[in-house]
């Protein structure tokens, strides 16, 4: 039976950048990737700020990189619009089927072993051997890492999935350096529909949603616009409830998507996942040279879920929170918080947000002039039972 240190199951960006880090501390790291080519489907619609990547340690190629003129976003209430400068965000959108190739050969470089169209069937205990069960057969190991997405989270836990479709469309109305979201609770219920430029006329574009029919949805909001081709579709669940309580489980841990690490306001998660891989393959380099003790060893492990949370969790609680508030506001509630935005408090959100943290310009669009309006909105018919108009 084949052996290795450490087998990570789902070779997306947290765990390509997990067996990156294994790798190069000298570890034995084989990725198991159960589709039949690394970045695909490509659910992602790839926005991420430069800063981001080159935390995580990665350059991107310009083979990678689809576009990096971003300079507005455009947010619309059913009855509003306002607009963000996102100049100084730094925003690019990548193209993550090569982008995840990329991770991979870097992987791959440091000594990782890469394998496509290979599923895992099941990780535990025989004997004295952890086994990994694959569609390839048996491997041994001492450390498994699930990295396999929001397929593994799904099997625990349903309530924070969200329907989601996106197509990849050709049309002129497509802006190529303006992102477009649109809130609107009746056709798109706790979430959006977003549009994502990928050059001139041609864009992601997309929509989630509690309890809808995305390709429908979808398909409306396409047609609302004008004429286009669609020339590709993606459909995929995606996750919004926050990470699960634990990522350390004696020798297994949980990476990425299947430990809920993408942000709960907009399911994204290239650097919030692509860090969770850094450091879990950082923590288990450390757990390997202490495999002999046993406390020792899952304290080092341990290292990487409280690391994350200490980078991540202020941000997150700070974005359930925003989400709580998006799912009980009604079309109304929406067109009223949108309208009581200073176009000051919009211009000062835009110098100083974070494109990966959100919590500096959502502290600055809710703590603005008219906070208790605000509230009144954010709460739609239920606070306007219990607030009367001034």
Same mark, same amino acid.
């Given at each position: 039976?084949?052996?290795?240190?450490?087998?990570?199951?789902?070779?997306?960006?947290?765990?390509?950048?997990?067996?990156?880090?294994?790798?190069?501390?000298? *570890?034995?790291?084989?990725?198991?990737?159960?589709?039949?080519?690394? =970045? &695909? +489907?490509?659910?992602?619609?790839? *926005?991420? !700020?430069?800063?981001?990547?080159?935390? *995580?340690?990665?350059?991107?190629?310009?083979?990678?990189?689809?576009?990096?003129?971003?300079?507005?976003?455009?947010?619309?209430?059913?009855?509003?619009?306002?607009?963000?400068?996102?100049?100084?965000?730094?925003?690019?959108?990548?193209?993550?089927?090569?982008?995840? %190739?990329?991770?991979?050969?870097?992987?791959?470089?440091?000594g990782a072993e890469i394998r496509v169209r290979c599923s895992m069937r099941s990780f535990g205990k025989e004997g004295s051997e952890y086994v990994v069960k694959t569609s390839e057969g048996?491997?041994?190991?001492?450390?498994?890492?699930?990295?396999?997405?929001?397929?593994?989270? @799904?099997?625990?836990?349903?309530?924070?999935?969200?329907?989601?479709?996106? /197509?990849?469309?050709?049309? !002129?109305?497509?802006?190529?350096?303006?992102?477009?979201? &649109?809130?609107?609770?009746?056709?798109?219920?706790?979430?959006?529909?977003?549009?994502?430029?990928?050059?001139?006329? %041609? =864009?992601?574009? =997309?929509?989630?949603?509690?309890?809808?029919?995305?390709?429908?949805?979808?398909?409306? /909001?396409?047609?609302?616009?004008?004429?286009?081709?669609?020339?590709?579709? @993606? /459909?995929?669940?995606?996750?919004?409830?926050?990470?699960?309580?634990? #990522?350390? #489980?004696?020798?297994?841990?949980?990476?990425?998507?299947?430990?809920?690490?993408? %942000? +709960?306001?907009?399911?994204?998660?290239? /650097?919030?996942?692509? $860090?969770?891989?850094v450091l879990a393959g950082r923590a288990l380099v450390d757990a390997a040279d202490n495999i002999d003790s046993s406390k020792k060893e899952r304290l080092l492990l341990k290292r990487y879920?409280?690391?994350?949370?200490? $980078? #991540? %969790?202020?941000?997150?609680?700070?974005?359930?929170?925003?989400?709580?508030?998006?799912?009980? $506001?009604?079309?109304?509630?929406?067109?009223?918080?949108?309208? &009581?935005?200073?176009?000051?408090? @919009?211009?000062?959100? !835009?110098?100083?947000?974070?494109?990966? #943290?959100? !919590?500096?310009?959502?502290?600055?669009?809710?703590?603005?002039?008219?906070?208790?309006? $605000?509230?009144?909105? *954010?709460?739609?018919?239920?606070?306007?039972?219990?607030?009367?108009?001034?």
């Amino acid at each position: 039976m084949p052996s290795y240190d450490v087998v990570i199951a789902g070779g997306s960006i947290s765990g390509l950048l997990a067996a990156r880090e294994i790798a190069a501390g000298g *570890l034995s790291v084989v990725v198991l990737e159960e589709d039949a080519e690394i =970045g &695909t +489907p490509e659910h992602c619609g790839g *926005l991420v !700020s430069t800063s981001g990547i080159h935390n *995580l340690g990665i350059v991107p190629d310009i083979e990678t990189i689809e576009n990096n003129r971003i300079a507005h976003a455009k947010v619309f209430s059913p009855s509003g619009c306002f607009e963000i400068n996102a100049e100084r965000q730094k925003v690019i959108v990548l193209n993550r089927r090569a982008f995840d %190739k990329q991770i991979a050969f870097q992987a791959q470089e440091n000594g990782a072993e890469i394998r496509v169209r290979c599923s895992m069937r099941s990780f535990g205990k025989e004997g004295s051997e952890y086994v990994v069960k694959t569609s390839e057969g048996d491997l041994s190991c001492n450390f498994f890492v699930d990295a396999r997405g929001i397929a593994s989270i @799904i099997s625990r836990n349903r309530d924070g999935v969200l329907h989601s479709a996106q /197509y990849e469309v050709y049309a !002129s109305w497509i802006e190529p350096d303006t992102i477009e979201v &649109t809130f609107n609770s009746q056709q798109f219920p706790g979430f959006f529909a977003w549009i994502i430029p990928t050059g001139r006329g %041609k =864009g992601k574009v =997309g929509v989630a949603g509690r309890r809808i029919n995305a390709a429908r949805a979808l398909q409306r /909001y396409i047609d609302s616009k004008g004429k286009s081709s669609i020339v590709r579709k @993606i /459909y995929a669940p995606i996750w919004i409830n926050g990470p699960v309580r634990t #990522f350390v #489980f004696d020798r297994m841990i949980i990476v990425g998507d299947a430990a809920g690490q993408s %942000k +709960p306001t907009t399911a994204g998660g290239i /650097y919030s996942c692509g $860090m969770g891989g850094v450091l879990a393959g950082r923590a288990l380099v450390d757990a390997a040279d202490n495999i002999d003790s046993s406390k020792k060893e899952r304290l080092l492990l341990k290292r990487y879920e409280s690391n994350w949370f200490s $980078m #991540f %969790k202020p941000e997150f609680d700070k974005m359930l929170l925003a989400r709580r508030l998006l799912e009980r $506001m009604d079309n109304k509630a929406i067109d009223e918080l949108i309208a &009581t935005i200073p176009p000051q408090t @919009i211009q000062e959100a !835009s110098i100083d947000g974070d494109f990966d #943290f959100h !919590s500096t310009a959502l502290a600055k669009i809710l703590g603005a002039k008219g906070a208790a309006r $605000m509230a009144k909105a *954010l709460l739609g018919n239920e606070i306007r039972r219990l607030i009367p108009e001034s």
